[in-house]
Nanobody, 126 residues
Framework: QVQLVESGGGLVQAGGSLRLSCAASGRTNSRYAMGWFRQAPGKEREFVAAISWSGGSTPYAESVKGRFTISREYAKNTVFLQMNSLKPEDTAVYYC???????????????????WGQGTLVTVTS
């Protein structure tokens, strides 16, 4: 099993930037796709971005396209989410997820995923 730990959340003004990190440990020799979800108060957990094991495929939610960039550093078993031009509606707890299949992260929905981090809070003020 893979364990995930997120970091990098915080308080930022609208228009600002944050970089989230997700460090994987455990069975990191397995080929996992990884992704980010977010959950705002009173709302369901929603897909944000994902990256394939190879890094060659990076689907994004429409709401973050052009503003967020997902990447991974294999040597550190870490996935990053660079968030630019942040908006108050980006405020949420951001969760990292892992699955052998990229499509499982980008298309099937949060309820089908089993490997999650504990989340990191991002607050964007207007």
């Amino acid at each position: 099993q893979v364990q995930l730990v997120e970091s990098g959340g915080g308080l930022v003004q609208a228009g600002g930037s944050l970089r989230l990190s997700c460090a994987a440990s455990g069975r990191t020799n397995s080929r996992y796709a990884m992704g980010w979800f977010r959950q705002a108060p009173g709302k369901e957990r929603e897909f944000v971005a994902a990256i394939s094991w190879s890094g060659g495929s990076t689907p994004y939610a429409e709401s973050v396209k052009g503003r967020f960039t997902i990447s991974r550093e294999y040597a550190k078993n870490t996935v990053f989410l660079q968030m630019n031009s942040l908006k108050p509606e980006d405020t949420a707890v951001y969760y990292c997820a892992a699955d052998p299949l990229l499509q499982a992260i980008s298309s099937r929905g949060a309820r089908y995923l089993e490997v999650w981090g504990q989340g990191t809070l991002v607050t964007v003020t207007s």
